[in-house]
């Protein structure tokens, strides 16, 4: 049975940073490239960042020199480092799995919560 157990998000102020982590079993998950998605209510789940199985990054141009997407393959977790967070960025972050024949795979979300 595959998990994605998404942690790390909680309540920070404008500026601050926090790092969410995404653990992942039931995959062989250096095969997997990874992803942090974000939504807010009434709005479409927006991909944030991504990294590749081989390690390759991409971002959103809107959090591109604040946020960092890195991997454990040792302990199947993947991570996303948000630095200089704003109220716009407040949102549920959700974590995915893609593999190269398709399958995909979530977690439940995290909330983060920018605001003073």
């Known amino acids: 049975q595959v998990q994605l157990v998404e942690s790390g998000g909680g309540l920070v102020q404008p500026g601050g940073s926090l790092r969410l982590s995404c653990a992942a079993s039931?995959?062989?998950?250096?095969?997997?490239?990874m992803s942090w998605y974000r939504q807010v209510p009434d709005k479409q789940r927006e991909l944030v960042a991504t990294i590749t199985f081989g390690g390759r990054t991409n971002y959103a141009d809107s959090v591109k020199g604040r946020f960092t997407i890195s991997r454990d393959n040792a302990k199947n977790t993947v991570y996303l480092q948000m630095n200089s967070l704003k109220p716009e960025d407040t949102a549920v972050y959700y974590c995915?799995?893609?593999?190269?024949?398709?399958?995909?795979?979530w977690g439940q979300g995290t909330q983060v919560t920018v605001s003073s």
């Open positions: 995915n799995a893609g593999s190269p024949k398709g399958s995909t795979y």
């Open positions: 039931g995959i062989r998950f250096s095969l997997y490239g």
